[in-house]
């Protein structure tokens, strides 16, 4: 139980230092979205997570009792609306233009005007994100998944269950769990998807499923994705609650900080490219001088794919077969990164 309480207080102190560098309104709506999630989560994870995990007695429970407590969480776990009636009125951020304020007042007019129109409800739910009315903004993103109907992809699915779970303060409800194994369903690597998906079997008691989905998504992340930075930064956190000893190499690794993404919105795409192309190039210039692991030369890969420089990417993925042609697991890891990128088969 020391170590449950060490753990949560070293994580409420993650989520004070992060919430005070987001920024409100970045330039990618999803990207801006995934920072604010991220930020949030960490509080309720402690808050939903720690509830259960820290009854007295729970920790010396049997493995069997132990499941059959987290399978009875996850069936009796609080819903939706009811977390969302525990939750505080919410305000806009502070420093919020009070134009744009207004823009959102017209905008809910039209859409309302317009119930059929899915851009403008795609827009109203980024808009009510954006001045912290989260359960606005899910009502809005339920419309749009139902008239996008087959068309829906992975990411609107996982955007409506990241809107759930932050009008829910982090905590990822029965239907957030939904919307999050639909989005699994339509693409299972969805990254933001599967981080949500951790912290909710972190939040019924299953850490120890929830580190392996968090491991999984930590090896195989690119150094740009938005989420990379803040999981390096819990997942050791989480590998302590599921009894595990590990050690992320995320040297060289982290995608941009919270001090990067600050700059980062107010840059112009040019701007925001070379940046990524400057830290994809550090991860570059260190695995040719020290080497690295599997995962390392994996995300190296997989970010020139994402770059769109399949050259480069076809360069080191033949560079990384003949420093792992003894070791064939790892070359496999190397080897799917290749294949996600377009340069191997």
């Known amino acids: 139980l020391r170590l449950r309480s060490e753990v949560s207080r070293r994580v409420l102190e993650a989520d004070r230092a992060l919430a005070a560098t987001v920024v409100a309104q970045a330039g990618s709506r999803r990207g801006a979205l995934v920072v604010a999630g991220l930020v949030v989560v960490v509080v309720a994870g402690a808050f939903w997570g720690y509830w259960r995990l820290g009854v007295p007695g729970y920790a010396d429970l049997p493995y069997k009792a132990r499941i059959a407590a987290a399978d009875e969480l996850r069936v009796s776990r609080p819903s939706q609306a009811e977390a969302e009636a525990q939750m505080p009125a919410s305000a806009p951020p502070e420093g919020l233009d009070p134009q744009y304020l207004d823009l959102v007042v017209k905008l809910r007019e039209t859409v309302a005007a317009r119930p059929g129109d899915v851009q403008g409800l795609a827009l109203l739910a980024n808009s009510e994100a954006q001045v912290g009315n989260f359960a606005a903004a899910y009502a809005a993103q339920v419309k749009v998944v139902e008239l996008k109907g087959p068309d829906a992809d992975a990411g ?110 107010n840059m112009t795409d040019a701007e925001r490219t070379t940046m990524i192309e400057g830290m994809v190039a550090q991860l570059n210039d260190r695995l040719a001088t020290e080497g690295g692991t599997a995962q390392e030369w994996a995300r190296l890969i997989g970010a020139y794919g994402v770059l769109g420089k399949p050259e480069d990417a076809r360069r080191i993925w033949a560079e990384a077969q003949t420093r792992f042609a003894a070791k064939p697991d790892e070359l496999a890891v190397v080897r799917a990164s290749a294949v996600q990128a377009g340069v191997a088969e």
């Open 156 to 265: 609107d699915d996982a955007l409506l269950a990241e809107l759930m779970i932050l009008a829910a303060g982090g905590y990822v409800s029965p239907q957030a769990e939904a919307a999050l194994s639909e989005a699994l369903k339509r693409d299972p690597e969805n990254g933001l998807a599967r981080y949500f998906y951790g912290l909710m079997l972190a939040q019924i008691g299953r850490p120890d499923q929830g580190f392996e989905v968090w491991r999984a998504l930590l090896e195989s992340s690119a150094p740009t994705d938005p989420w990379l930075d803040t999981l390096a930064s819990q997942i050791g956190d989480m590998a302590a609650m599921a009894g595990v000893n590990y050690q992320p190499a995320t040297s060289g690794l982290s995608g941009p900080s919270q001090g990067d993404m600050a700059a980062a919105a």
